[in-house]
């Protein structure tokens, strides 16, 4: 069997990538591990019997682009909520709301700290207009650093600049700085105050920097995006892991399943993590030598954990109003404690997450449940001792805090506990920094990165992997003049 | 500061240093010369020589996937090595600058041996890692003794070696009690001897003996970089400053005039992706002046634009002139071309500068 391209992995990435690669009329087969496709947004059975969402439960990163050029919106892509509001549990109890409007949110800050609450105005400020106008370096594949003059001071100085030193330099309640550390995933990495940027400089149904929930949750969005994929040609296999890649010299040849079918194709669009496809898939060192022992050392030590707890009834969110996205984090200092702990293979003493109740604001989805992302978790246990009994005791402990009798109504609980080959690093500065170019391209010829890895941060959004089939296509093309 | 180590032939060379001097090398200490490095450069021309060449670092390279390793790690593939075959090759960072040049040897289907004028210690082990195969510096285990010269194949043969032996190629001997390997891998004719460090004063002995009738004389470091200079070759270190970093591309095997290392059939190995988008911009060329020695690394005009730079050089007493490599843009890189090199004319001419001797009674 020959195809002009084979995608490898069913995530958002993967699905976009064939399906502009097969706009484009290229044959296209996508190879898909996992019983179904979808990657971090499929559902998956649980033990309650229900559908509960596999990963994420928000997006916030999707690419407008491809929304419009897919016509998404006559596909049936609607939104139940298109902005959430980010929740933060102060320490006294309450829960302090912080929503588009910058004078509600000023106000609710004033009744902690009047200095927080006239600052976050100005800090908002400057973060979006920042974040517009790096908008063309992130969004689509700009030659080198787009750097706008106005902009450019201040992004050399944040190329430098933690999250933490960031906030710390405009606001003074932990609560506060440790909830907007959040999106930062690592911020104490220097340039994480980047991160930040970043996430503002997303859009969700027009608005800058919102979190949205698709009606029928993400998995919703990806049905959207298989549908779709498998209407225009794209052959979708699914249970087919790849072990390897086929090589020609330097050039992609194919692929060789576990199965030990073999596959060959013109190039190859791999949305695993630039590790785990050259390190796993390639021959050995054909990376070459120095980037593969860079990769080598490169492994993640923090990642991201999804849980979803399902209850047997609604929970109890003493305040918090349910479409808001909570931040659970006490204080910034926390984030030091996630890193050493994780380090050492161990859960740290604070967990950081964020809560999203799917179920209060998507009743259709005819479950009851709590989706949980924490962040800063160790990526490979010490002695493979699993962290997953540990951690959900964690997870409900801290919840309780906020939640009373949490315990009592957990039917059921799923994990999507975080691997060293999913992710490259949880922030790197020099990732967000370079162009969707360099993160797609591989030092192998026709090998690409359509998933997360060639993000500038990892997120479904869907971005790489049309740029990524754009570069596959020119390939193609220079390959077969015809 | 590291040790200064002392050759397998140290007894006997320093005996025969009447002069006391010597030169460090690689952390080896070796004789400069013997008298006059010039006579001994015309002796290893026109008659034969014997020159300590243990500083060269060499490391076995042994393992299951060892073949695999080397194919990546090279410039040509040593799955066309039969054992007892050598080729020279280059070997790249990951983007195409040349880290360095050596040989490789097969002593078996999972052991080869490289050897080269400069080391590169952790780039080789550390890929070597990456395959699990076992790299060993063997410098220290072993000595090596150059026999150069026309007459060079009579020595051998008078010392009971049996000197049949095609160039590239090399053997394992068992020479009168000793383990020795005999082989042809030199730029400048002749014979390599490669013993164990402790047989190191009995194999000087033979070969002094039997060279005695050919008036074979030991000749010293300086010497022997005439000859290298002489046959043209570009030396790591010495001529330019290989690609120490991983990711850097300079210098490019093109510019260094070492394409031909490259096997154009030999599809994957490290730095072969970024070869494709490296253009040859200069030429390696040779250098003859009229005048004085130049100093070494000068600037090179044509006129008054700056063309170049000029590598090592040095007196050849057998061309009773001064010569020196050099790296000039293409354009000037044409026989005959003259240029300016601190102040003296120089002309370009055809490498090598001098012909490898024709070896006696092959």
Known sequence: ?????????????????????????????????????????????????????????????????????????????????????????????????????????????AAYSATDAQNYRRYRQELFALARALRPWWWEDAPGPVAPRNARALLERLEATSAAAYLNGWFESDALKAALAFDAVAPYEPGSALALVWRAAQEMCGRQGAHAIPKGGPAAFAGILIALAKASGVEIRTGARVARLILDGAEVQGVELKSGEKVLSRCVLSSLSRRATLLDLAPTASAGFAETQRLMRSAPHTGEAHITLVLDAAPDLDGMPANARAVIAE????????????????????????????????????????????????????????????????????????????????????????????RDTGFSVSRILSSYRARIATPLNGLFLCGSAAEPMDAVSGRAGRLAAGMAHRWLSQRTPS | MTDVLATPFHARASAANRFNRWKLRNGWTLAADYGSAQDEAIAARLNCAAADISWRWRVAIEGRRAEEFLSRLVTRDPARLAPGTAFKALWLNDHGGVRGAGVIARHGRESFRLISTAADRSWIERAGALFDVTVRDVSQEEGGLAIAGPYARLVAEAAGLDPALEPSNFRKIFWRGLDVTLSRFGEHGGYELWCKAEDGSIVWDRIAKAGAEYALRPVGLDAMDILDLEAGV????????????????????????????????????????????????????????????????????QGTEPVGRTWSSLYSPALRGAIALAQVNLDAAALGTELVCGGQTARVCALPFLPVPDSIGE
């Open chain 1, 331 to 422: 204080r910034l200092e926390c984030w030091l404690d996630t890193d050493s702990s994780a380090r050492q293979g161990q859960l740290p003493d604070e967990l950081m997450m964020e809560v999203v109740v799917p179920t209060a604001i998507e009743p259709e989805l005819g479950q009851r449940a709590l989706s949980v992302a924490v962040r800063g978790l160790p990526t490979v246990p010490k002695e493979g001792r699993p962290v997953s009994t540990q951690l959900a005791e964690r997870v409900v402990s801290t919840l309780e805090r906020r939640m009373r009798n949490l315990r009592a109504h957990i039917t059921g609980i799923h994990f999507d506990l975080p691997t060293e080959n999913r």
């Open chain 1, 1 to 109: 069997m020959r195809v002009d391209a084979i995608v490898i992995g069913g995530g958002v990435g993967g699905l976009v990538a064939s399906l502009y690669l097969r706009r484009a009329g290229r044959s296209v087969l996508l190879l898909e591990a996992k019983d179904t496709p979808g990657g971090v947004c499929r559902t998956i059975p649980s033990t309650a019997g229900l559908n509960v969402a596999g990963g994420a439960a928000t997006l916030f990163a999707i690419d407008p682009r491809m929304i419009e050029e897919l016509d998404f919106l006559n596909k049936g892509l609607t939104f139940t909520v298109r902005d959430m509001p980010l929740a933060i549990s102060w320490p006294n109890g309450k829960t302090l709301l912080l929503g588009r409007d910058l004078h509600q949110a000023a106000q609710a800050i």
């Open chain 2, 234 to 301: 570009p030396r790591p270190g010495r001529d330019y400053e290989p690609a120490r970093d991983g990711f850097g591309a300079e210098p490019s095997p093109f510019d260094l005039g070492l394409e031909s290392l490259i096997d154009d059939l030999h599809k994957l190995f490290n730095g072969r992706a970024a070869l494709r988008g490296i253009r040859k911009t200069k030429a390696r060329v040779g250098l003859e002046f009229d005048g004085e020695t130049p100093m070494p690394h000068m600037p090179l005009l």
